[in-house]
Nanobody, 117 residues
């Protein structure tokens, strides 16, 4: 199994910036992608950003140009830098990992991001 531990999150003003980090542990040798999804109350969970082992990135349309994802394979961590935050970015953000051998999905505990003045 893979365990994902998130750090960061909280309250930020519109236009501000915030960083999130996620560290993977356990059976991490076959993780293919890592990233974040988010979910607001009453809404579907959506992709924020993801990065594969070779560095290929994928961003949700609503965050392109504002968020940047990065991955350190040696440390088994993934970071998300969020800039120009908007109130509609308010959601619970979940770290995610995909295992390339078992094709299992792993999820972090979730962290609340609130963008408000």
């Amino acid at each position: 199994q893979v365990q994902l531990v998130e750090s960061g999150g909280g309250l930020v003003q519109p236009g501000g910036s915030l960083g999130l980090s996620c560290a993977a542990s356990g059976r991490i040798f076959s993780i293919y992608t890592m990233g974040w999804y988010r979910q607001a109350p009453g809404k579907q969970r959506e992709l924020v950003a993801a990065v594969s082992r070779d560095g290929t990135t994928n961003y949700g349309d609503s965050v392109k140009g504002r968020f940047t994802i990065s991955r350190d394979n040696a440390k088994n961590t993934v970071d998300l830098q969020m800039n120009s935050l908007k109130p509609e970015d308010t959601a619970v953000y979940y770290c995610h990992a995909l295992d390339s051998r078992s094709w299992s999905n792993y999820w972090g505990q979730g962290t609340q991001i609130t963008v408000s003045s």
